[in-house]
């Protein structure tokens, strides 16, 4: 599979992943970390699962998020068969500490 359409498909998707993090970042203005996932996709595009590899985030409500909104996605293309992906981000307020 061509990783690069997966990829324009993640970036266009950005703030889904970002509003998770900020929603959580209200209480915690320390929070910073990465969170690593990996997707199955089916033949038609859509997430069949979504695992959490990596977090360093160490959020609940901010993995949660992010893999509610991951499973509700179908990607613009038609993989041969099942394949899997992974994607990271990272995360870190560029607020002032008070």
């Known amino acids: 599979m061509d990783r690069e359409p997966a990829r324009a498909y993640v970036r266009d998707h950005q703030t889904e992943i970002q509003r998770c993090y900020e929603r959580e970042l209200r ?17 038609q595009g859509w997430v069949t699962s979504a695992v959490v590899k990596e977090d360093t985030l160490q959020s609940a409500p901010v993995r949660a998020c992010i893999l509610a909104a991951v499973r509700a996605w179908q990607f613009p293309f038609a993989p041969s068969g099942e394949s899997a992906v992974a994607f990271s981000w990272v995360f870190k307020s560029d607020r002032p500490q008070q």
Do not use: T
């Open 27 to 43: 209480q915690h203005a320390d929070l910073a970390g990465r969170i690593a996932v990996e997707l199955m996709l089916n033949s």
